[in-house]
């Protein structure tokens, strides 16, 4: 039996780990040296590097960033940051703003940095892409973070499963959340409830209902467990759906479990009508090409 070991699969896509080499750790910045650092790394002035305008991130957390800022101190920086030339003497943040922050709040004055070449759209992506892998995102911003690679950066779904090591139903769980109304969004945003209560509110196509359950379960502090029988108790509609909405018709039930379950199976809203002769017709709407292609290989076409 052979001793070697598979190489690990590049979860961040062909060619981006190339642009980020972000793979060598150093022991600390202290220990940087002109002779021992990369041709490609320099120990760049805080001063003469901008933020990255494609920060995905929207809040950074202070305490956070004050407790890396004690660890720079004493450890040094670990893993440099990723920058791109503008100028001589002006460079551009491309990853690890929390680094540079954290550098600020520790008064240091330089950075290591790798040095990269890259345009606007290659910065989008290595921004998001480095943040999705490295940072702690809150499941919002992971999900609007795929949308943007999606897109700003032109990616089909199957390539930005690739880029982020995900398979495509996580990634997909992901973006329908970008469904959820706004009010719950934010109620993801802010961690009054979590992922799993999310997945499970988006399954309901009414968002009268959607609103309802959300604000029975911050009110009752209600597990995911419980959230997810409260929405197949609706979905099947059993005596808890029925007090939620009594005033469905049998067949209006039949009908928004059917269409419920076929906006879940394709992960897209799925119209769905039925008149007293039991005729129909079922629309599957679509907003790209990508889109109708992700449609047609679930329908297996």
Same mark, same amino acid.
């Given at each position: 039996m052979s001793d070697k070991k598979p190489k690990k699969r590049n979860a961040l896509g062909r060619g981006l780990g190339a642009l980020l080499d972000d793979s060598i750790a150093f022991e600390s910045a202290q220990s940087l040296t002109v002779a021992a650092a990369p041709k490609n790394m320099?120990?760049?002035?805080?001063?003469?590097?901008?933020?990255?305008?494609?920060?995905p991130r929207i809040d950074f957390d202070m305490e956070a960033l004050k407790e890396l800022a004690e660890s720079i101190k004493v450890q040094g920086i670990i893993q440099p940051v990723t920058v791109r030339r503008l100028a001589d003497h002006q460079y551009q943040l491309i990853a690890g703003e929390r680094r540079f922050q954290a550098c600020k709040?520790?008064?240091l004055t330089s950075i290591p940095a790798y040095i990269r070449?890259?345009?606007d759209q290659e910065m989008l992506e290595m921004a998001l892409i480095e943040n999705i892998q490295r940072e702690n995102?809150?499941?919002?911003?992971?999900?609007? #973070?795929y949308q943007r690679l999606l897109s700003e950066c032109n990616l089909k779904q199957e390539e930005l499963g690739d880029r982020v090591g995900k398979? &495509?139903?996580t990634v997909n769980n992901y973006l329908r959340l970008l469904k959820l109304p706004p009010?719950?969004?934010?109620?993801l945003r802010d961690k009054k409830i979590s992922m799993g209560h999310a997945r499970a509110l988006v399954n309901i196509d009414n968002i009268d209902v959607?609103?309802?359950?959300?604000?029975?379960?911050?009110?009752?502090?209600?597990?995911? &467990?419980?959230?997810?029988a409260l929405v197949r108790s609706y979905v099947t509609g059993s005596p808890e759906k029925r007090s939620i909405d009594a005033k469905d018709s049998s067949n209006d039930i039949v009908l928004k479990k059917l269409r419920e379950r076929l906006s879940s199976h394709f992960g #897209?809203?799925?119209?769905? #009508?039925?008149? #007293?002769k039991n005729k129909g017709e079922i629309r599957i709407p679509f907003v790209s090409t990508d889109d109708l292609n992700r449609i047609l290989e679930i329908l297996d076409l």
């Open positions: 320099a120990e760049i002035p805080l001063e003469e590097i901008q933020v990255n305008p494609f920060q709040i520790a008064g070449t890259a345009n995102l809150n499941a919002l911003e992971i999900a609007m #973070s398979n &495509r139903a009010v719950i969004q934010i109620g959607q609103l309802d359950i959300f604000n029975k379960v911050i009110k009752e502090d209600l597990s995911v &467990r419980k959230t997810e #897209s809203k799925v119209h769905l #009508s039925a008149d #007293s």
